[in-house]
């Protein structure tokens, strides 16, 4: 699998409290999540606010998380011309950086936003679905924090997908 070069650099506390480098390395934990589309966590939590006083690795844990309940969780997209359609609502609010190559983000309804490298995005609880439609990947940086199921229309809209 050839995926995008990512350096993860993550700081901590040794055993007198100083502030040190714990971790510092290329991403090589990229994994498959539908065909086309590869994701790797930089690090999650299981609470909001974070607990910094561990030493675990929180990017290598094991699981698929699209969402952590109460959570939060910072991951790299790599997503390849033609990756596999994957309409879904999430309950988090979503920040989305396209750090390079371009996608279209697609509604429920059909509406597109097209982004490229630079481009920033909040994603809220919507429905949505990536295409890349282009000749060369798109890098994403994403962070989804837990939220409340969205409440429109008179009704809970849940996730799915």
Not at 98 to 117: C, F, N, P, R, Y
Not at 144 to 150: M, P
Request: hydrophobic share 35%; aromatic share 6%; glycine share 10%.
């Amino acid at each position: 699998m050839d995926t995008v070069k990512v350096r993860r650099v993550i700081t901590g506390h040794d055993d007198t409290g100083r502030a040190v480098v714990k971790i510092d390395e290329t991403c090589n934990h990229f994994k498959e999540g539908r065909p086309n589309g590869f994701a790797c966590n930089i690090w999650t939590t299981d609470t909001v606010p974070a607990d910094n006083s561990s030493d675990q690795d929180m990017g290598m844990r094991e699981g698929k998380f699209t969402m952590i309940e109460n959570g939060s969780v910072f991951r790299i997209l790599d997503f390849k011309p033609g990756v596999a359609k994957r309409v879904h609502r999430t309950d988090s609010i979503d920040y989305i950086v396209v750090m390079s190559g371009e996608i279209d983000m697609e509604l429920e309804e059909g509406e597109e936003v097209h982004l490229k490298a630079g481009d920033v995005m909040v994603q809220r609880g919507t429905v949505h679905n990536w295409i890349n439609r282009g000749t060369e990947s798109c890098v994403m940086a994403v962070i989804l924090i837990h939220a409340n199921s969205v409440q429109a229309g008179g009704k809970t809209l849940v996730p799915f997908g």
